[in-house]
């Protein structure tokens, strides 16, 4: 059975950082891509960031430059480096592996 768990997540003032962490357990196919979503009060979710097997990253244009995405295949471990935080990044993150697997999510509030 495949669960993933995020952590990292907590109350930060505009212009900080957090890093959260997703850590997997279970199988998932080596080929899976990785993904950081995350959904604020009153909006859609939103793909924030996602990286392949082999690297390759994508950013939503509003994170760009400010988060960073990275993976640990052997530790099974996804991460999200979130530097130059503001109040728009409030939300709650998920991560998700394959499309198919989601996290319970981790709550970031950024205040003023």
């Known amino acids: 059975q495949v669960q993933l768990v995020e952590s990292g997540g907590g109350s930060v003032q505009a212009g900080g950082s957090l890093k959260l962490s997703c850590a997997v357990s279970g199988v998932i196919p080596s080929i899976c891509g990785m993904f950081w979503y995350r959904r604020a009060p009153g909006k859609e979710r939103e793909l924030v960031s996602s990286i392949t097997n082999s690297g390759s990253t994508y950013y939503a244009d509003s994170v760009k430059g400010r988060f960073t995405i990275s993976r640990d295949n052997a530790k099974k471990m996804l991460y999200l480096e979130m530097n130059s935080l503001n109040t728009e990044d409030t939300a709650m993150y998920y991560c998700?592996?394959?499309?198919?697997?989601w996290g319970q999510g981790t709550q970031v509030t950024v205040s003023l």
């Open positions: 998700a592996a394959c499309s198919a697997y």
